[in-house]
Every structure is written in C-alpha cells, then in structure tokens.
C-alpha cells in the first residue's frame, strides 16, 4: 500500500532490505526532517514530502527544537538535541538531497510504525501498576529505611526523606514513567530519541543491574534457606542446645533466670552468622573461605524461578541528606532502566501521571509502616535485654531482618506459621525487583540489537540468569556477607546517583524541557505544571550532584559484625562503582570519535546545547515571574 514515489524514492521504498536510510541502529534525523514518535513517522508516510508537526510541536514554535521534531528550523543544527551518526549541517542543502531525505525519513517512519504495533502492551492497567509497585517495594523497605531512619534522629529524618522525595525522587520517577512510555524503548535505544551522546547512560545502567543482581539474589537465598528451615515443629533460632552455638549464647525470652552479659550473643544471631552465612569460617575480605554448598542450591532455585518468570516478557511478570536522597532514589528505582522499560510497554496514552504519584505514594507509606513495626520490635528486645536501641541494631543492612525480625517472630504464639509467611513475603518483595531489574537489562538490550536478539529472548534471559549466577558466586562464600555490603555501598550508591544526574540533565538541557513537557502533553493531553518543570531542570539535578559529591568526598567506613574493613576495600569499592559509570565519558569519546565532520560542524552541534539552554532559561524565568 505504498504511495506513488519519485525516481530517488523508488529504492528506498520498495526494497524491504534498505527500508530506512539510515543505520540499523540510528534513527533517521537528517539534515532538516526529523522524525519524533510513530504517529510522527505514520503521517510522513500518508502524506508523502508534506510535513505535519504534532500537537506539541504547533505549540512550539522556537526556531531550535530539540528531540524529533517535524518543524523544520531556521537554526544552524536543526533539533539537534541528539544526532548520532548524522551530521549537523547548514540549511543549505540541495533540492536533490531534501527529497532523498524526505523518502528516507517516510521509509524510516513506516518501519518505526511497524515496530510499534508489535510491540508488547500489558494486558491489564492493573498489571503494570502492580508491577512497579512490586518493584519499588522491595526488601530495602523493610530493612534500610527503618534503620536509616534511626541512625539519622528517628522522626527527624522524615523531613530530609520527604522533602528528597518531593523535589528529587518522585519528579525524576514521573520523568521516566513519561519518556518509556513516550518514546517505547529500553535503557540504550531511547537515548537515540533523546540525545545519542548520552548513549552511554543506558550501558552504564545495564552494568549497575548486574552488580544488583549479583549480592541482591543473595540476600534472597538467604530468605529461602529461612523459609526452608521453618517448616518444622520448634523454629530452629530459638533455643541454644544447636550444634552451631556457642557457649555465648543466651535466650533471654527463656523461662529461665538468664541475665544479658557484654559477650552474650542470641540463639537468632548465631544461627544467622553461624549455620547460615558461617562467616566464622572466613578471615574477612582477605580470605573469603569456600562457598557454602546450601546457599548455592537455594540460589539456583531463586534464579530458575526468576528465569521460567520473565524469559517470555512482561506478560508473565549532609550525611542525613546523603541518606536520605539514597534511600529514596533507591526505593523508587529510577536509574536502574526498570520504568524505562516497563514504560515502554504501556498504551500511548496511559496516564503515566497518576501511576508515578500512586506508586510513590504506597512506596512511601509502605515504609513507613516498616519502620513502626521495627522501631516496635527494637525496642521491645532492647527492654529485655536491659540495652540501648543502638546495641540490639548494631548491625546494619539484612540482619535486621534474618536476626531481629526472626527472633521477634520465634516469640510469637504459632510462630512457625508466622515465620513461614515472612520469609514467603520476603521472597515475593525480591523476586519483584529482581524481575523488574533484570526485564530492565533485557529490554534494553534487546531494543537495541533487535535483529539479534528480538527472536531469541529465551536464549538471551538464559544467558543472563547464567552470567548472574556465576558473578554471585563471591557472595556465596563464607565471606560472602563482606562481598554483599561492599557492593551494596559502593557499586550501587554513588553510580545509580550519577547515572540520574546525567539522565536529568540530558532530559532537560540537552533534549530541552519544553520538549519533553509537549511530549507528555500529546500522551496525556496536558503539560506539566511549573512544579514539575523547576524540579525536572534544577532541583533534582542540584540535590543530586550535591548528595553525590557528599558520598564521594566522605565515603562510609564499613563494619560488619565484628569486622573492619581495610581502607584498600573503599579503593575497591570506587573502582566497581567506576567501572559502569565510565561507560559514558568513553560512550561520548567514541562517538565524537567516529562520527565525521569538521571541527566547524561539531562546533554547530555543541551551538545546539548552548542555545537550549538559552531557550529553557528564558522558558523558567518566565516561569517563576508568578512568584
């Protein structure tokens, strides 16, 4: 059903071989017709070398637009807020090559459209909302947030925590809800659409994912040997008379007169350190021990379930405020490519609005009901034990839940019940994000080399459940619980706070506000107020260059149990966390490296950046003329 072409249209048209002029892995954006979405792509396609703008773009009429705008500019690098391989060239070209890229543009447009009716929706509204829910709820909710909170003043922590989640994480969650669903790409291609240069982010992101999937699964081995191990009469952490205990061990909830010593140690705590992790057979980071056969097998079975639920796609599945911006940026998980791709596979006009507030809203208040059941639980022990708070959760991360919440449960009536259905929930809370995490990597690399990947999804999900299994074998040793905190603090913390920081700035600078926000209009049918767009520009990328060059310029000192950690381990812990955010300044390199043109026309791309910004100035101080 092709339409009539010219002599310089014919090839391009009807060789399905050469259907788009450009690249297989480019989008077509030469000289000064320029594709933005598929609806964009279908009207280049019906109405031949006419040009229809989008809604968004009758709304715009700067001479610069930026992403892929159908209005042709005067401006010296026409909509350059992203130009891979193309060049920036001057207006002056000729009638010949205007027409040949015009046919190229229609022919890239019809294959865009192609690839957006068979592209994977979600069945059900439903679906996806409880998906990302189940993702940004995750075991940090239950653990991290209650601790942090104590460790930085209690209630006072919650104003840091909400002012972050205001002005940093729910915008920026919004953000990437709007430009998956938007633009219907994963975490490497969407930058095509956004501004190639920052291609970078999206490989940088698969990495971090890895690193996540190789200590978090653990944790969740963890969980399952718990779960296993309570399907029996009398919980195996309440009483002292186990081959693994010790002469310290005390049970203080006993019948018996026992008094809490400075060397006693809970039936709960030496089971989790002594049968579980058996980190007493390890010397620290420096001898790691062998790798404990139980802990193997109960992470096998976590990541066959993991493969046989997502190998078919979505269908089937200041220190205060350092604290604060991580605790938030990690519960609601942008960054890591997850809402990126779970996005991407929503109907064009979903209301992505409302699922950011609701999904941040039960995120929130998941919580904070989190943290009055541990605070309860905390101090009830500490009573017994006749201790302060910070004594019963001197150490942080999981033990709190494989110690305190396990020994609290072990004293409840039908306590092998209720420690069942913990550790069940514990288990369904990581497979979640574990799903979403990895659904991130592969959408995003199956986007981007879909003529090698798109047909074998079931073989690439083996082949990364494979590589996941194996980069995990570290953190299954009997010094695997040192390897699980170094990474945790360093190769995600710093790294997932940069890689925002960039997507932040790419977003609103580089691909420009006002064309992001007229993108959200044509999905929802109405922009962004000036709230979103102050936060999406400045705030948020100020918050978190601020709290990223906090952390970097005084790392944590790591302590786990009764083991320091050697200085050269945050010399370590740098360099995990560097080597995925370097994938962007080397990103950038190659592709002002490969890319050909003068010195005159790379000058021309940069002038792009700079008269953005000088468009989104003007754009906020007119903005903030209300206050």
Not at 23 to 43: Q, T, V
Not at 47 to 58: A, Y
Not at 493 to 514: D, Q, S
Request: charged share 15%.
């Amino acid at each position: 059903m092709e339409k009539k072409a010219t002599s310089n249209e014919t090839q391009l048209l009807t060789s399905k071989k050469d259907v788009s002029g450009c690249n297989e892995e480019e989008d077509c954006r030469e000289n000064e017709l320029l594709i933005r979405n598929p609806k964009s792509a279908l009207r280049l396609v019906e109405d031949g070398n006419k040009v229809h703008p989008s809604q968004g773009d009758k709304e715009e009429a700067a001479p610069i637009s930026n992403g892929y705008s159908g209005v042709q500019s005067s401006g010296p690098c026409n909509g350059m807020g992203g130009v891979e391989d193309a060049q920036c060239t001057a207006p002056a070209a000729t009638t010949t090559t205007t027409t040949t890229t015009s046919a190229t543009c229609r022919a890239e447009g019809q294959q865009q459209l192609m690839e957006l009716e068979d592209r994977e929706t979600w069945s059900k509204k439903i679906d996806f909302l409880l998906s990302v829910i189940g993702y940004a709820v995750d075991l940090g909710n239950v653990w991290r947030f209650p601790y942090i909170c104590y460790q930085n003043g209690g209630g006072a922590f919650l104003i840091p925590y909400t002012i972050m989640a205001i002005f940093g994480g729910i915008p920026l969650f919004y953000m990437e809800l709007a430009l998956g669903q938007y633009h219907r790409n994963g975490c490497i291609s969407i930058w095509r659409k956004i501004c190639p240069i920052f291609k970078g982010i999206g490989f940088a992101i698969c990495i971090i994912d890895l690193y996540v999937a190789s200590y978090y699964n653990t944790i969740m081995a963890w969980a399952f040997y718990y779960l296993v191990s309570s399907f029996t009469t009398e919980l195996p952490w309440t009483s002292c008379t186990n081959a693994w205990n010790t002469g310290n061990c005390t049970n203080y909830f006993s019948k018996d007169n026992v008094s809490w010593t400075l060397y006693s140690i809970s039936p709960a705590e030496e089971f989790y350190t002594r049968q579980v992790l058996q980190v007493h057979r390890s010397n620290g980071l420096d001898d790691l021990g062998g790798i404990s056969w139980q802990l193997t097998l109960c992470l096998l079975l976590i990541f066959t379930i993991v493969y046989f639920s997502i190998w078919k796609g979505v269908k089937t599945s200041g220190k205060v405020w350092v604290d604060a911006a991580a605790q938030i940026f990690f519960s609601l998980g942008p960054g890591f490519g997850v809402l990126l791709a779970y996005a991407s596979y929503n109907k064009f006009h979903n209301n992505c609005y409302q699922d950011a507030l609701v999904t941040s809203t039960v995120n929130c208040m998941t919580s904070f009901v989190s943290g009055f059941v541990i605070f309860t639980v905390l101090g009830y022990m500490a009573e017994m034990r006749n201790e302060d708070v910070s004594e019963v959760a001197k150490d942080t991360g999981p033990s709190l839940l494989f110690i305190t919440y396990a020994e609290a449960i072990a004293n409840m009536p039908a306590s092998t019940f209720f420690a069942i259905i913990f550790f069940l929930m514990l288990l369904t809370l990581g497979l979640d994000s574990t799903f979403a995490g990895l659904e991130g990597v592969i959408t995003g690399v199956l986007d981007e080399f879909p003529h090698v990947w798109s047909k074998r999804r079931e073989l690439f999900v083996l082949g990364l459940i494979i590589i996941c299994f194996l980069g995990s074998l570290a953190t299954l040793t009997f010094g695997g619980a040192y390897v699980v905190k170094l990474f945790e603090e360093y190769a995600t913390g710093p790294a997932v706070l940069t890689v925002v920081f960039l997507e932040a700035v790419a977003v609103a600078w580089f691909y420009g506000i006002t064309q992001f926000c007229n993108d959200v209009k044509e999905m929802l049918g109405f922009a962004p107020g000036w709230y979103w767009r102050v936060c999406w520009v400045a705030i948020s990328p100020i918050f978190l260059l601020f709290v990223t060059c906090s952390f970097l310029s005084n790392p944590p000192e790591l302590r786990l149990f009764d083991y320091n950690y050697p200085y050269w381990t945050t010399v370590l812990g740098y360099c995990i966390g560097t080597s995925s955010v370097i994938c962007i300044p080397i990103y950038m390199v190659y592709r002002l490296i490969v890319t050909p043109g003068t010195l005159k026309e790379v000058s021309s791309r940069l002038c792009c950046f700079y008269l953005t910004v000088r468009k989104e100035v003007i754009s906020i101080s007119i903005i903030l003329q209300f206050f």
